[in-house]
C-alpha cells in the first residue's frame, strides 16, 4: 500500500530554532498533506499542497515537493513550545485513498 | 485485511432530512476519526472516537452532529436535519493505537460523498 514515511521519526530542538521534517512516499499522487496531532487530540490539517506545486507556505510554515524524487519537507521556522506534537504527512493517490506515515514527534524544548 | 470501510458511499439528501454514515475501521483499530472534506480543501478533523468513548469532538459543530463507536458494530456520523452547507465528503480513519504514539499509522477509508438538494 501506498504509504508516506516521515523522517525523522523523532527531533528535540531549542526554542526559537528552524525544524524540518522529511516525507517520502511511493506512487503517484494528486495531493499530499501535512498534520499535526497533540498527543491525545485529533489531527490538525497544517497545509496542502499539490502535485504541480513545488512550494507552499503558511504562517511560520513552509512545504515543499519534488514529485520526481517522491518527497516533500515541512519547516517550521521559530519553533515555540506550542509546536512541540507528532507531525504526519498523507498522500492521496489517484485511487483517492489516502494514508498518513507514522509521523515525526516534534519536542521543542525551552 | 479489508481496509477501512465507509458506506454509503454516495449520499444525497433533500433538506432537512438525516444522514447517517457508518465506518468499519481496520480489524483490530479501535481508533477511529472523522473528517469532512469541503471541495479544493484538506481534511479538517470533527471528531475522535475509541470503543464506547467520544475523546475529542472539539471539530465538531455543537447542533445536529452526533457520533458514536458502540461496542459492536460501526462508528456512525449522525447529521440531523441536513442543510446544503453539509454538502461535503466525510472521510473515517482508524488506528490500531492513538496516533501520536510511536509507530502508529491510521488508514483513511474511500468516503461518504454527501449531497444535500
Known amino acids: 500500500s501506498q504509504q508516506g514515511e516521515e523522517d525523522p521519526q523523532a527531533l528535540s530542538i531549542q526554542e526559537g530554532e528552524n525544524a524540518t521534517m522529511n516525507c517520502s512516499y511511493k506512487t503517484s499522487i494528486n495531493n499530499l498533506q501535512w498534520y499535526r496531532q497533540n498527543s491525545g487530540r485529533g489531527l490538525v490539517h497544517l497545509i496542502l499542497?499539490?502535485?504541480?506545486?513545488r512550494e507552499k507556505h503558511s504562517g511560520r510554515l513552509r512545504v515543499t515537493l519534488d514529485t520526481s524524487k517522491k518527497s516533500s519537507s515541512l519547516l517550521i521556522t521559530a519553533s515555540r513550545a506550542a509546536d512541540t506534537a507528532s507531525y504526519f504527512c498523507?498522500?492521496?493517490?489517484?485511487?483517492?485513498?489516502?494514508?498518513f506515515g507514522k509521523g515525526t514527534r516534534l519536542h521543542i524544548l525551552p | 485485511n479489508a481496509g477501512v470501510m465507509q458506506n454509503p458511499r454516495h449520499l444525497v439528501r433533500r433538506r432537512g432530512q438525516e444522514a447517517r454514515l457508518r465506518c468499519s475501521p481496520m480489524k483490530g483499530h479501535s481508533h477511529v476519526y472523522w473528517y469532512r472534506q469541503l471541495p479544493e480543501e484538506g481534511l479538517k478533523f470533527m471528531v475522535y472516537l475509541q470503543k464506547e468513548n467520544i475523546i475529542d469532538e472539539s471539530g465538531m459543530p455543537k447542533e445536529r452532529f452526533s457520533a458514536e463507536f458502540p461496542k459492536e458494530g460501526p462508528s456512525i456520523l449522525r447529521i440531523q436535519q441536513v442543510v446544503r452547507g453539509d454538502s461535503a465528503a466525510y472521510f473515517c480513519?482508524?488506528?490500531?493505537?492513538?496516533?501520536?504514539?510511536?509507530?502508529?499509522?491510521?488508514?483513511f477509508g474511500q468516503g461518504t460523498r454527501l449531497t444535500v438538494v
Open positions: 480513519a482508524s488506528s490500531r493505537m492513538e496516533l501520536a504514539k510511536a509507530g502508529t499509522e491510521a488508514f
Open positions: 498523507a498522500t492521496d493517490a489517484r485511487d483517492d485513498k489516502i494514508i
Open positions: 499542497i499539490r502535485s504541480n506545486e
